[in-house]
T-cell receptor, first 112, second 111 residues
Framework: NAGVTQTPKFQVLKTGQSMTLQCAQDMNHEYMSWYRQDPGMGLRLIHYSVGAGITDQGEVPNGYNVSRSTTEDFPLRLLSAAPSQTSVYFC???????????FGPGTRLTVL | RKEVEQDPGPFNVPEGATVAFNCTYSNSASQSFFWYRQDCRKEPKLLMSVYSSGNEDGRFTAQLNRASQYISLLIRDSKLSDSATYLCVVNAMDSSYKLIFGSGTRLLVRP
């Protein structure tokens, strides 16, 4: 199993550009989530999903959209990138059997 | 007040030392508690869940004090490989699906 995969690993955008961060998991987990991590801060929840077709907002959802058309994939879309969105983005998934969240390796995004 | 607060450290200890981290949380209704470990520029990984009665995993012991709303992590016989940031994690007030992460406590174990 590959676990949780994220692409790209690194990305540089200009202000106003849009892009999609990809996240996929092969563990058949029902739940998936997106976090951002800024220096000196903990991970902050952006959006999460409790199953295909069901998503909800986390702590910092503004400027981001998500969809969950399949169990495996949970892409995060930046609609119009801003310098404040410069961060490391982590995707995570977990199942109902326990509460352990498995994280992807992260995407390091810089917005100029 | 932050929902989950941790001392950022760093804690700089020699190999073999015992070190303890504390974490306080604001939501008295929280039911799920965890310690995650994060190495530099890597993703967080679950170290251990924290149960009401306290639990131990090798050199690591986690305790929960619901009355005072804090969680602790004790590391005995520190190894160089224990150097990392330790994240305290609690489920959010409005949903068990949402986890709130502390900003982490950095541990440096020196030879």
């Amino acid at each position: 199993n590959a676990g949780v995969t994220q692409t790209p690993k690194f990305q540089v955008l200009k202000t106003g550009q849009s892009m999609t961060l990809q996240c996929a998991q092969d563990m058949n987990h029902e739940y998936m989530s997106w976090y951002r991590q800024d220096p000196g801060m903990g991970l902050r929840l952006i959006h999460y999903s409790v199953g295909a077709g069901i998503t909800d907002q986390g702590e910092v959802p503004n400027g981001y959209n998500v969809s969950r058309s399949t169990t495996e994939d949970f892409p995060l879309r930046l609609l119009s990138a801003a310098p404040s969105q410069t961060s490391v983005y982590f995707c995570a998934s977990w199942g109902t059997s326990d509460n352990e969240q498995f994280f992807g390796p992260g995407t390091r995004l810089t917005v100029l | 007040r932050k929902e989950v607060e941790q001392d950022p450290g760093p804690f700089n200890v020699p190999e073999g030392a015992t070190v303890a981290f504390n974490c306080t949380y604001s939501n008295s209704a929280s039911q799920s508690f965890f310690w995650y470990r994060q190495d530099c520029r890597k993703e967080p990984k679950l170290l251990m869940s924290v149960y009401s009665s306290g639990n131990e995993d090798g050199r690591f012991t986690a305790q929960l004090n619901r009355a005072s709303q804090y969680i602790s992590l004790l590391i005995r016989d520190s190894k160089l490989s224990d150097s990392a940031t330790y994240l305290c994690v609690v489920n959010a007030m409005d949903s068990s699906y949402k986890l709130i992460f502390g900003s982490g406590t950095r541990l440096l174990v020196r030879p």
